[in-house]
């Protein structure tokens, strides 16, 4: 509770009493009890700002009994004309003070720190993204955790938290999110993002559905929309077009830990959903606001609380800004927080960042992506330079395995970048996928290079390019990394990352399906130039 200057749970408000020389009744209502018996909230004095409390074992002050205060979610309430994360309605205040007095002077300002809390589901959609509002001229660092969450700098407006829920089990999958928007939302932040791929990268688990069902409960949305857009991507009548192919029509029908096989995002978004889903077509987007609004109020007293919405243009997608604006979640893929940026970044921009810190030291690409483009960039790579490509079903029967590479690169890092790779060609992922499984395989891919990576850090390399979202997401945890600062969207597609200190580290950080032949050497360039800027 913000109350003179303290921050205190609920639970401990008792105890706290003597602290102050007046006495002062509060009568505190969960919210959520709240919420249950009254139509609307009522123009309220105050509240009692609890951002991360545990449920609370003690019975909530009230004049009368009204159960157990749990505080697992924090709602929204709108007091006066501002919607506010809070825990609890306090209802009346009195007492020997002044009331003016203690409204004025010791309620403790209430202040949103951010103004979007992305959850991205994997970390290289997650750095697309930061890298896209930096563009924007939006502060928005990248972080690990919600815990991380804690060193953040002031002028930070927005920040992505990368996390590996792509392939998570639905029900870990939930839990992070959960822990995660829970994290972002006791930083004051206004709206939460979940980000996942322009492609709808999912499967019939999940973890899209999953993991949107979970956030709308916390965040009490009585609605979400659903727009994987990017460029060349568009939606109409609910089916996702690749340029003029269909999604099921593309590679990503052979991907080998998401197949993507049906169009349809209703269907694929049903089949992993308990919650109605349906569509906002784009002849009602096109159609304007007021148009999208009743039809979505029709459409949610038929149950549904998931749309598809239908983007085939940009001014589709900025129509689909300013329904989402007021709303605590919204979802999709790269392009549509910048629109929701846009809604309140105006005249204070930062200086977009295309170098970043110096990281001198030896360099390394790791790559575990098996994608068309990834399988052709390092071939590319492997031109000039020595790649190590790992064969999983040797090493699943090698536990040296990650010896024999540190001790295969160590003469050789000192001449110029090294690559290792479990990247391979289709029927390659095929024989590995039949002996260990699809997520056996994908799980000692990272666990090799992982490893791989952090014992090249302790042989003096500071420059990484590491191609491949889950494998990103492994590398930055084995090297420690829990926040980086984040370069504006270029050529590297949004990748290149600093981690600083008194051992700075450079890295970019590339999904499967994105650059060029020579993005490798582009990449290793870029922090090159770095090095000769200090």
Known sequence: MALCGLSLPLCSLKKAMPLFRFTVFLIAVPATIWAQTHASVPTIDCVAIVPVVPKCEETAITPTAVGKANFSTIPKVMIHGKFLSINCVILGVSGMACRKSLLRHKIREIKTMLELGVIADDLTGGMMVASLLEREGVRCPLVTSGDALNTLDDDAQAVVVGRKLLIQPPDDARADAKRTAEALLAKGTKQIYYKYSALFSST??????????????????????????????????????????????????????????????????????????????????????????????????????????????????????????????????????????????????????????????????????????????????????????????????????????????????????VGVGTSTDPEGVKRAQAELGREGAATLADKLLSSVAQHFYQHGVRKFVVMGGETSGAVMASLGIEQVSVATFDVLNGGYCHSSGSDPLSLVLKAGGVGEDNFIHTALEQMRKADKNQ
């Open 204 to 417: 019939a688990r999940g973890n899209i559905g999953p993991v949107a069902e979970t956030l709308m409960d916390l965040t009490q949305a009585d609605h979400v929309f659903f727009c994987p857009i990017w460029k060349n991507t568009t939606i109409y009548q609910g089916r996702l077009f690749l340029g003029s192919i269909m999604l099921h029509e593309s590679p990503r029908r052979n991907d080998p830990v998401t197949p993507m096989t049906n169009s349809n995002l209703v269907e694929v978004l049903q089949k992993q959903s308990q919650v109605k889903v349906g569509l906002l077509p784009y002849q009602i987007v096109a159609s304007g606001t007021d148009a999208c609004e009743n039809y979505i109020s029709e459409q949610k007293t038929l149950g549904v609380k998931f749309f598809i919405v239908d983007v085939i243009d940009e001014s589709n997608l900025e129509q689909l800004a300013t329904l989402s604006k007021d709303l605590p979640l919204s979802t999709g893929a790269d392009l549509l927080p910048v629109m929701l940026a846009r809604n309140w970044q105006r005249d204070k921009k930062s200086q977009p960042k295309t170098l970043l810190p110096p990281a001198p030291g030896y360099e390394a690409v790791i790559s575990g992506s098996c994608t068309g483009k990834s399988v052709r960039q390092l071939a590319h790579f492997e031109q000039t330079h020595p790649v190590f490509r790992i064969d999983l079903l040797e090493a699943a029967q090698d536990a040296n395995m990650v010896d024999h590479i540190v001790e295969w690169a160590k003469d050789r890092l000192e001449k110029g970048p």
